[in-house]
């Protein structure tokens, strides 16, 4: 299926597959010991294995010290241009070896991929992205990895006043009940998979004055059903499947008619694949949700960039 295909778009980010990051594993360079591991020299040729990742280097200015990323890696319109390494889970490693990569980035979760990576000789930092916090501190440490910590201070320190405003925006306003769909079938309400409260999404509909519906499960991004989403009855339903670009999603949602959402037309698309992603750009995620759930609050402009 396309989507499936095209949305990997981080590594399967908080997309399509309930991923923890364990901590790593001895002779792991993980985000919080890379410090000394990389004072002297700095990262020259890196590889990034995930969207968020490109995106966070290009944002602080260390587009330059990429010599690959993934397949998924399509922002911003540079990244296209660099050489393709496959995706997290079909990674070329005779290619990366190739390249003469001395650090290769990737999500703390893929604990084998990192093995064989350091088994060919390779650095790795492995760094968590589940959360706001984990993206905040990705930057800060790529920032540190690839000698532009300055520019990723002032992109971090940017992000956290614009959390910030949003938060004092929203706060104290009506809290919507609201389920996040990250994944179901082209033009269905197959195989349904949501945000659950161990997420950055989740984060930033509470941000934008929403409240998940989703409770008490061990999963980030568990697989729902239809019955559960009825018993549930959203007020809000925020579908950011990429396979929703184009569709009628109320329509298809309307098969469910007894939902809240539905009968309120309350039933928002966000198809764009940024909404996934948590980068830099979940700024504009968490603009997206106030606009959907308290269109009257007037969000200050923005200031991050």
């Not at 700095?42 to 990742?53: E, G, H, K, W, Y």
């Amino acid at each position: 299926m396309q989507f499936v295909a095209r949305s990997a778009l981080f590594v399967l980010a908080p997309w399509f597959i309930a991923w923890a990051s364990p901590p790593p594993s001895p002779g792991t360079t993980s985000h919080r010991s890379l410090a000394w591991a990389y004072q002297e020299p700095l990262a020259q040729r890196i590889v990034s294995t995930t969207p968020n990742f490109t995106e966070i280097l290009f944002e602080i200015g260390g587009g330059d010290k990429l010599v690959a990323v993934s397949d998924y890696c399509l922002y911003p319109e540079e990244a296209r241009a660099k050489p393709h390494i496959g995706g997290p889970f079909n990674l070329s490693y005779e290619r990366i070896v190739a390249l003469r990569a001395d650090l290769v980035v990737l999500p703390s979760s893929l604990e084998t991929v990192a093995g064989k990576l350091r088994t060919l000789g390779l650095s790795v930092l492995q760094l968590p992205n589940e959360t706001v916090t984990d993206v905040l501190d990705s930057i800060t440490r790529l920032g540190e990895v690839s000698g532009r910590s300055a520019q990723a201070d002032q992109l971090a320190a940017g992000m956290r006043d614009e959390l910030a405003a949003v938060e004092q925006k929203t706060r104290g306003l009506a809290r919507a009940r609201t389920l996040i769909v990250v994944l179901r079938g082209a033009g269905s309400l197959q195989d349904l998979t949501a945000a659950s409260p161990d997420t950055f999404l989740n984060e930033l509909l509470i941000l934008a004055g929403g409240e998940n519906v989703i409770t008490g499960t061990i999963a980030r991004y568990p697989r729902i059903s239809r019955e559960e989403i009825v018993s549930l009855d959203p007020e809000v339903i925020l579908d950011l499947t990429f396979s929703a670009e184009g569709e009628d999603t109320l329509g298809i949602w309307a098969q469910l008619p007894t939902l809240d959402a539905v009968r309120t037309g309350r039933v928002v698309a966000i198809p764009d694949p940024v909404a996934t992603i948590p980068g830099p750009r979940m700024i504009e995620t968490l603009r997206r949700f106030v606009e959907v759930l308290h269109p009257e609050a007037e969000l200050p402009r923005e200031v991050s960039r």
